[in-house]
């Protein structure tokens, strides 16, 4: 018979071990990391938010989006417009302004797609996203099909400080910190709470005094707001942003991300996008015509063998390591 | 004082007429039932009390003001809460996140964005309260999918009970429970404080005779006969039905 050795450490470790842990990797190794791996922890980072906002309507809520790519992009779009067209480099003018557009995005088409519910709600986000793909593929002022290109780290303002390499890293790890820590405390507050609730009966919910279509409405609005935090950093990150990245291909990544990485949890997004950025990356370079493939490959190897995602199962693991193990996540 | 007022109620639903021409009032505090057979229209009264349909025609009233227009939740907020004939639960969560949620639904703090929800003391003592009352405080932390079923249906009271409402409409509060368990609601219900005014649809008649105070017998979406329970229980017409009724379940 197995036995599972039960370790005791303090409780303050089988609680927030894994926090602590996952810190002390993202802090203390990069710099030591070659060039392009931080690139692409970085895109991870990146990727994180904009899958962490995804999970607020998709985990928490339950609403399918396939279009939360659409505030990612008009995010992305909006700080190329504002670096390039208008010349403004000041990253705390650009950042600010991108993020409240997205989230202004949000609020006008949660109008449109918050009328319906179930698989409609899909179609109609899927829908209004490729509209503004196909604007911005048409569209002059912003280089139509070319997208915006030429980007460079972020400007900070500060006198004689430039960001490199990895202190860009950091600077982005920094910001998926704090907007972890944002969304960590909406999904534990009442109003998350609610969301839940939603998820699980909308009509009880009704019939318990929430008017259920504005939390809906307002978590849209949030998970609007955070998509463009995403797209930002992305444009900085990759000094590019281009009609594709309002799309389908960037929407479904953010999903499968999050499905493969654990709904509802917040950080299973994380681990999700440390996977499959670093899966992309290494069928870019080896196979990049498979990609599809291969993580079309991976998604139903997750959903037939990993229920509940990576983060679900690493939870199971840790609490059944400690004799306390009390890790919620 | 009237708590409640139905005026001319009716439901289609494409060709079916659920509900037809109903008019009823209920006083503060008393205690109404509504019976009637299968598919006689009372889980569809009850939504349009609740607010989960409007009616084709017809009004509702609380409180001698003018509701038919007003949003369930809304309702909620004035005081009318129901249950599901169907258990209708948070399923995934633990019951003190059901009860927390059920707390919280009438709070402006429903809205808060960023105080964790487990950390209203003042809430928590009613919860704590409530289940305790209801014999549910050890089961709190356990997921409502792993309950009894007889546990689920005394948690879908809860959940109404703590919107603390002043008109509570049970749809088969007891539907699928032992006589025990049942006679445990019926007790509860009589426990409750004598200005909360309910109304509940029954088939167990143990439960509708230890409980109302006045019944409505529904037939076809139509009242045939309101009465005391003494009236009803002499009333020929109802015997019939329900004779009736009784030999099909039966099969
Ligand atoms: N949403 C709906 N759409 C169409 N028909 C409906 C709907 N809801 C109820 N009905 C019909 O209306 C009639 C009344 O149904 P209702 O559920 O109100 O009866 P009930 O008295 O609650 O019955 P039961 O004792 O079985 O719960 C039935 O004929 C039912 O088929
Ligand atoms: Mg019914």
């Given at each position: 018979m ?6 005791y450490r303090?409780a303050?470790f089988a609680s927030?071990?894994?926090?602590m842990?996952?810190?002390a ?5 990069p ?6 791996v931080q690139?692409i ?10 899958a962490?906002?995804?999970?607020l309507?998709?985990?928490?809520t339950g609403?399918l989006s ?10 992305g779009y909006?700080?190329?417009?504002l670096?390039?067209?208008f010349?403004i480099t ?17 609020a006008?088409?949660g109008?449109?797609a918050?009328?319906?519910t179930g698989?409609?709600f899909l179609?109609?986000?899927f829908?209004l996203s490729m ?8 569209w ?5 099909i070319?997208?915006?290109a030429?980007?460079m ?7 004689g400080?430039?960001?490199n390499?990895?202190?860009?890293y950091y600077?982005?790890?920094?910001i998926l910190?704090?907007c972890?820590f944002l969304m ?7 109003f998350?709470h ?6 699980e009966?909308?009509s ?5 005094g929430?008017?259920?279509?504005l939390y809906?409405?307002?978590?849209f609005?949030?998970a ?5 935090v995403g ?7 990759s ?9 389908v291909?960037v929407?479904?990544l953010?999903?499968?991300i999050?499905?493969?990485g654990?709904i509802?949890?917040l950080?299973g997004?994380?681990?999700g996008?440390?996977?499959i ?7 870019s370079i080896?196979?990049p015509e ?9 998604f139903v190897?997750a959903v037939?063998f990993l229920k509940?995602?990576i983060?679900f199962?690493?939870k199971k693991?840790?609490n059944k390591?400690f ?7 | 004082m009237?708590?409640l007022?139905a005026?001319?109620l009716?439901k289609d639903?494409g060709?079916?007429?659920a ?10 505090g ?11 229209g ?6 349009l009390?609740?607010?989960q349909?409007?009616?084709t025609t017809?009004?509702?009233?609380f409180?001698?003001k003018d509701?038919t227009?007003?949003a369930p ?10 249950t599901f004939q169907i258990?209708?639960?948070?399923s995934?969560l ?19 964005l960023?105080r964790h929800?487990m950390s209203y ?5 009613k919860v704590e309260k ?10 709190k932390?356990?997921f ?7 546990e689920?249906?005394?948690?879908e009271?809860?959940l ?12 088969e509060?007891?539907?699928?429970l032992?006589g025990?368990e ?7 219900i009589?426990?409750?404080e004598?200005?909360?005014t309910?109304?509940?649809v029954a088939?167990?008649m ?10 409505i017998v529904l037939?076809y979406?139509?009242i045939?006969?309101?009465g005391t329970?003494?009236?009803?229980k002499?009333?020929?017409k ?5 004779m ?8």
């Amino acid at each position: 018979m197995i036995t599972v050795k039960r370790l005791y450490r303090p409780a303050i470790f089988a609680s927030y071990g894994p926090y602590m842990i996952g810190l002390a990797i993202f802090l203390i190794v990069p710099p030591f990391l070659p060039m392009y791996v931080q690139s692409i922890i970085t895109k991870v980072a990146v990727f994180a938010i904009f899958a962490m906002s995804l999970d607020l309507i998709m985990g928490y809520t339950g609403l399918l989006s396939l279009g939360h790519a659409a505030f990612f992009g008009v995010g992305g779009y909006m700080a190329a417009i504002l670096i390039k067209n208008f010349e403004i480099t000041n990253f705390w003018i650009v950042a600010p302004i991108s993020i409240v557009v997205a989230a202004l995005f949000a609020a006008v088409l949660g109008l449109i797609a918050l009328r319906v519910t179930g698989i409609y709600f899909l179609l109609v986000t899927f829908a209004l996203s490729m509209l503004l793909a196909s604007i911005a593929l048409k569209w002059n002022y912003v280089n139509g099909i070319y997208g915006m290109a030429g980007i460079m780290r972020p400007d900070l303002g500060l006198a004689g400080f430039r960001l490199n390499h990895i202190k860009f890293y950091y600077f982005v790890f920094l910001i998926l910190i704090l907007c972890y820590f944002l969304m960590y405390r909406v999904v534990n507050s009442p109003f998350g709470h609610a969301l839940r609730g939603i998820r699980e009966s909308e009509s009880r919910m009704r019939a318990l005094g929430y008017n259920t279509w504005l939390y809906k409405y307002i978590t849209f609005i949030i998970a609007g707001l955070f998509a463009g935090v995403g797209g930002v950093l992305f444009t900085y990150q990759s000094g590019v942003i281009a009609p594709q990245h309002l799309g389908v291909t960037v929407s479904t990544l953010a999903m499968l991300i999050c499905i493969i990485g654990g709904i509802g949890t917040l950080w299973g997004p994380f681990v999700g996008a440390l996977v499959i950025i670093l899966l992309e990356y290494f069928s870019s370079i080896n196979a990049p015509e498979r990609w599809p493939l291969i993580l079309g490959g991976v998604f139903v190897i997750a959903v037939m063998f990993l229920k509940g995602g990576i983060a679900f199962h690493l939870k199971k693991l840790w609490n059944k390591m400690f004799l306390n193990g009390s890790f919620k996540g | 004082m009237e708590a409640l007022r139905a005026e001319k109620l009716s439901k289609d639903f494409g060709g079916v007429q659920a509900v037809r021409d109903i008019s009823f009032q209920v006083q503060r505090g008393e205690h109404l039932a509504i019976i009637g057979p299968n598919g006689a229209g009372k889980t569809t009264l009850f939504s349009l009390l609740g607010g989960q349909i409007t009616p084709t025609t017809g009004r509702v009233f609380f409180e001698r003001k003018d509701i038919t227009a007003l949003a369930p939740h809304r309702r909620v907020h004035w005081g009318i809460a129901r249950t599901f004939q169907i258990v209708n639960l948070f399923s995934g969560l633990t019951v003190l996140e059901n009860i927390m949620l059920a707390f919280q639904g009438t709070k402006p703090s429903r809205f808060q964005l960023m105080r964790h929800a487990m950390s209203y003391g003042k809430l928590f003592v009613k919860v704590e309260k409530l289940l305790t009352t209801m014999g549910m405080w050890d089961r709190k932390d356990e997921f409502v999918h792993a309950l009894s079923y007889g546990e689920q249906r005394k948690l879908e009271i809860a959940l109404s009970l703590a919107t603390e409402p002043k008109i509570l409409l049970l749809d088969e509060p007891s539907c699928g429970l032992t006589g025990a368990e049942s006679a445990e609601i019926t007790g509860m219900i009589n426990n409750l404080e004598s200005d909360i005014t309910v109304i509940f649809v029954a088939h167990d008649m143990d439960l509708v005779f230890g409980v109302a105070q006045r019944i409505i017998v529904l037939h076809y979406g139509e009242i045939i006969v309101e009465g005391t329970p003494d009236d009803i229980k002499n009333n020929t017409k109802v015997r019939e039905i329900y004779m009736g009724y009784q030999g099909r379940a039966k099969r």
